[in-house]
């Protein structure tokens, strides 16, 4: 899973297929239609989830189990041209 993370307002956002912003509208991003690659603005921090760590504590929730403590595998990705890319995005964009 991608996140967006934008440093000025310290707003956090799953990316979608469609253009999506944080609440100041400095960070920006979306998936390409493929669901694994994305496209991202300069302001915007990509930020990737372990679903299978996030799969495991939301099915302990769900279960009842809501006072465990449950670790999620998080990390600021790399920005390369092969899974995440910075664009600058235009009105027509969205």
Not at 10 to 35: M, P
Not at 72 to 78: M, Q, R
Request: proline share 2%; charged share 30%; glycine share 8%.
């Amino acid at each position: 899973m991608k996140l967006i993370f934008c440093p000025k307002c310290d707003d956090a956002f799953k990316l979608s297929r469609t253009l999506k912003s944080c609440e100041c509208g400095q960070a920006k991003g979306r998936y390409l239609e493929d669901g694994i690659h994305a496209e991202i603005n300069a302001s915007a921090v990509p930020i990737g989830m372990a679903n299978s760590t996030v799969a495991k504590g939301v099915v302990a929730y769900l279960r009842g189990n809501k006072t465990m403590d449950c670790h999620i595998d998080a990390w600021v990705f790399k920005v390369d041209e092969s899974h995440i890319k910075v664009v600058e995005f235009g009105d027509e964009d969205g």
